[in-house]
C-alpha cells in the first residue's frame, strides 16, 4: 500500500506562485513514477504533470506547460509542483499519486484527500 499527503494549497491572485508538496509513504521501494492530478469544479480529475525516479523525465499537461515545474527528492520520498503564472482556470483540487511507467502511466497509490488551489483576485 503506498499513501500520500498533498499540502501548500491556498489562495493566490492570478499571475502568482504557489509549491504543493506530497509526501509518499509505505511501500514506496515499487515506485518508479509520481504524479500531479487536478480536479476542478464539474471537470474530471486530470493528470498535470508526471515524473519518473529512474531518469527524472517528466510529462505536463498542455495547459500547464512553461508555467509548472514538477521535482521529486527520492531520498526524501517527496515530491513537488511549482506552480508560476497562476491563472483562475488552474483553480482546482490537486492530488498526487505514485506507480509507474511502462508503455503508460499506471497508478496504484491511495488517492490522498488533495490541497485546494484557488487563483482569484
Known amino acids: 500500500q503506498v499513501q500520500v499527503v498533498e499540502s501548500g494549497g491556498g489562495l493566490v491572485q492570478p499571475g502568482g506562485s504557489l509549491r504543493l508538496s506530497c509526501v509518499v509513504s509505505g511501500s514506496t521501494f515499487s515506485i518508479s513514477a509520481m504524479g500531479w492530478f487536478r480536479r476542478a469544479p464539474g471537470k474530471q480529475r486530470e493528470l498535470v504533470a508526471a515524473i519518473t525516479s529512474g531518469d527524472g523525465s517528466t510529462d505536463y499537461a498542455d495547459s500547464v506547460k512553461g508555467r509548472f515545474i514538477i521535482s521529486r527528492d527520492n531520498a526524501k520520498n517527496m515530491m513537488y509542483l511549482q506552480m508560476n503564472s497562476l491563472k483562475p482556470e488552474d483553480t482546482a483540487v490537486y492530488y498526487c499519486?505514485?506507480?509507474?511507467?511502462?508503455?503508460?502511466?499506471?497508478?496504484?497509490?491511495?488517492w490522498g484527500q488533495g490541497t485546494q488551489v484557488t487563483v482569484s483576485s
Open positions: 499519486n505514485a506507480g509507474y511507467y511502462s508503455g503508460s502511466y499506471v497508478w496504484y497509490g491511495s
